[in-house]
């Protein structure tokens, strides 16, 4: 499961800019200003990539499964309460399936949602709409019976969807009949749930039983990323004698995609359409080309074997829009350079072109649609290859496709303007394709709303998504036309500070469904103003012409780590290097010493410090970096399974607010880089009490959400280290992690780690009893007390604990040189963690770090306290470099001794056998290595202590400033 699974929080609209400035300066900054957001968002492996929001449809078929079942009890209230906050929702078919779902009522009259629905769904899908329909009704206890219609459907529908050839890999690329595999696992479960409300068992051919069993492949995770199909052959399935352990075990698979607002999604995410589609505004808006190389290169790598993209990386279903669109972006940037990839892709186009001449969505044979159709014509036109016949009758298809009235047949979006801005981009030279565009332009321009924007349907109101869509669809303009200019300042004034836009959801599917991926308003909206603000001529090889954007934008122009743009600042904060404290109130919650775990959680006002800020720019150095870094094989299903048992188990900890467990879970990215070698189930019991030691900070350490009381700490930790030992089973969520443990490990490892965690939770609680009031000397008194009160030593039993049957010798721990190398890590650990907190840390007035010590002790600025911690971390870690090489050069001399024979054997499982063991010892010790520095490369990963992770990594020198909300870092030319 990919990492979507830990979803950000809704982002809500922030302070708009000012209106009333000239309408091309404003225009050219907003697109400054979004065209740096969205740049912020591209990864470092060229993917832009956000989770898919919550949705009623699939939250109540879940919870549905869940009363059948009577289980899940904790994700089954979370959805519950979901269903319940979307039963007042404005939206009628959402109304309707939320009262329905929920139980809470019935949908008031004339507000079916199968009426709803159907008066929404092109004519070519209804039947096998009906039948689906019908089946949610029967899930949801609204329908018990079938009319004739939906025995008709029935029949149709599950006709087409029963081809034994591919029964067993309903996810191929091989259609049936005309259906797609998404398509024809839906049918064939709506079909048998339909079908179980008449009396007697319910029949289903072999075939059919191969499709809905095949959705549930043991692999733990949702099928096709699909949660709609998967759930509905779920609920097939359990109509089905001898399923139930595929049942449960599907929806245990769904879990991790339960949102924080406790729904679930249509998908889990789609992220090739937006890192597509994203590379295309970003060309547009004049995005460096080193950066659409690298978007470029993700596409590259995702695409599949058949020569098409599908949604998302976890899907095998290839289609004509993800594909369309990546090769019109490839081809617009380099086409020489992607040529494989292009002819390839253009390949997959052909070969599911129609005989009329038009494209269909998923598979040759489906009936052909003019939005299709005119992505295909725009990922063709550029080619100049041989295609003038297939481009010629695919534009006849599109323009003998427009209605009287100048629309054309609903896409995959509620907006009437998608199809329309798509097509005029495809009309051609000829005379049809003119007349089709001038007609398109003319709608376009009588359907804008007074305020001078556009709406999904004529006389709703205004939205970012629709009024882009006119604007692509009016055509590049030499001076602007008046709708374009009122469009545009509409536009503009309704952008946020923080650069971006919010708008209602455009996207459908299946139809009419909306789903909601909010970073694609963003990117919507960029490709609409970049359209507007480059000129036509300029080619992509071209250099950005973005001097005047950025003087507009008031900032230096400047390009971070993996070629991103730094952010404009917001209105009313100019891009100066001051950092300086705020009076607003911040959350402040911290977690395990080092971890900060949470951000911005609403508990404590800053304390402001009694030093003033330096808050000027500063260089930073290379680190030695002579310990390699490495993250768990399995990292992104270890945040999934983590994730779900945080949110059912750690609810405690956060008063209820799993947005905030939510904003935790990243913890377990920190266990990846600690113990990348571990099995995976170590790191998963790993991360497990890393989230729990986590909420138990944020509650209780920290004064937060419950207070921060010491007498509640020393209580928590009372029966964490009860249930640890195994003197009080039950008494915290991880007694059977605990229990497992306790078999795992030889005793002797078992008392070190004991130890360790005795030691931890001491620290805490004397930390908060003291409560920063302990001054410390010099920079070794601080080292020595946060020993204890760091959240590191306890990891060091899960690195012994990586290789039961190699046990290391009781010995080996006992030396010198053992004591002083975990002393060694622990340090470099603090050291790399008071380099990547300071910033946020000062700027809450927290100053139980060493760069506020070094400036306040030896008079150093802020940019030499942070030099000086990178010296001290590569000393630290050449110190460690050095007693590992004693260690092992020690063990190395030491002849292998034979153990005596027990006189006395107890069969105790947890005796230990004193051997050496040269190859365990290094793994053990190389693993403490990744622990020392497992925190730095986190801080590049997690949202922790910089939005979209601290961009300096010590790999290269340059820049760094710190700003009261962000460090910005600008490395050195190459």
Known sequence: MDLEQTCQPERRPGPRLAAGRDASVTVVEATARLRSRVEERVEADGALREPCRSRVLESALVL????????????????????????????????????????????????????????????????????????????????????PETAAATAAATASATVPSSAADPAGSAPSGVLH??????????????????????????????????TQDGSGRVWEGHLLAHVLALHALARLPGNDHLVRRGLTAMLPLQRADGGFPFVSDIDTWCTAIGGLA????????????????????????????????????TDTDDTSVALEFLQALDPGRYKHEIDAGLGRLRALRGPDGGFPTYVAGG??????????????????????????????FLAASQHRDGYFEPGWSNSRLHVLYRARMAAGPGASGLAMAARIRQLVADTQNPDGGWSREPGHTSDAISTSYALLALGRQAT??????????????????????????????????????????????????????????????????????DRHAGRRRSVPAQHRNDRAPGEGQPGSPELCLVDRPRGHVRGPRGLRPAVDLSVRPPVRSAAALPGQSFRMPVLAHQLPRALHADSERL??????????????????????????????????????????????????LMNHLIGIENSLVDRGALGGSSFATRGVFSRLMSDLVGWQDGATPLTAEFRWLRRRMPRPAWERFVACMEDFAYGFTTELEQWREEEYTGYEDYLHQRRSSLGVRWL????????????????????????????????????????????????????????????????????????????????????????????????????????APDPEPRGDPYKEKAVENPEGLRGYLDTVGHIMTSNLWWATLSNRYEHGGLQWDGTCPGTMTLHTDRTEFVPDPS
């Open 64 to 147: 549905a499964l869940m009363r059948r079942l009577m289980d899940f009890s904790g994700s089954r209230e979370r959805v519950t309460r979901y269903l319940w906050l979307r039963c007042k929702s404005p939206d009628p078919l959402e109304r309707s399936l939320a009262l329905v779902g929920s139980g809470a009522g019935p949908a008031p009259e004339g507000e079916d949602f199968r009426t709803l629905i159907l008066e929404q769904v092109p004519s070519y899908v209804a039947p096998r709409r009906r039948l689906v329909l019908d089946a949610v009704a029967v899930i949801l206890g609204g329908h018990t019976g079938r009319s």
């Open 181 to 214: 595999p998404w398509a024809r696992v839906q049918s064939v479960a709506s079909a048998v749930i339909v079908r179980s409300t008449q009396d007697g068992p319910v029949e289903i051919s072999a075939d059919d039983l191969v499709v809905l069993r095949a």
């Open 282 to 317: 970003l060309a547009v808006a004049g995005a460096s080309t080193s950066l659409l190389h690298q978007v470029a290169g993700h596409l590259v790598s995702e695409q599949k074997q058949c020569g098409g993209w599908s949604i998302t990386n976890g899907t095998r279903l």
């Open 367 to 396: 009936p052909s649609e003019a939005c299709m159709t005119a992505a295909a014509v725009n990922a063709f036109a550029p080619a100049g290859r041989g295609d003038a016949r297939l481009l010629e009758e695919a534009r006849r």
């Open 480 to 549: 602007g036309s008046p709708p374009q200019r009122a469009g545009a300042r509409w536009l503009c004034e309704r952008q946020d500070a923080d650069g971006g836009f919010d708008s209602p959801p455009d996207m459908v599917g299946p139809r009419p469904f909306t789903y909601h991926v909010p970073l694609l308003t963003d990117i919507c909206v960029l490709r609409a103003l970049g359209h507007l603000t480059r000129s036509p001529a300029r080619n992509l090889a071209d250099p950005p012409a973005q001097d005047l954007a």
């Open 639 to 688: 945040m999934a399974e983590t994730g779900a048992w945080a949110h059912e188990h750690l609810g405690f900890a956060y008063d209820g607010d799993h947005d905030r467990v939510e904003h935790n879970v990243d913890g377990t990215l920190l266990v990846a880089l600690s113990i990348p070698h571990a099995g995976y189930d170590l790191a998963l019991v790993c991360s497990k």
């Open 796 to 899: 060091f039993g899960f690195a012994e604990a990586q290789n039961p049957a190699l046990p290391l010798a009781e010995e080996t721990f006992r030396r010198p040189e053992m004591k002083a190398l975990h002393d060694t890590a622990v340090d470099g650990y603090t050291l790399i963690n008071d380099l990547v907190s300071y910033r946020r840390e000062a700027a809450m007035g927290d100053t139980m770090n060493l760069v506020h010590h070094l400036r306040e002790s030896e008079g150093l600025t802020t940019g030499g306290a942070m030099n000086r911690l990178c010296t001290l971390i590569d000393a630290t870690e050449a110190h460690f470099l050095y007693l590992r090489e004693q260690i092992m050069d020690h063990d190395a001399r030491r002849p292998s001794p034979v153990p």
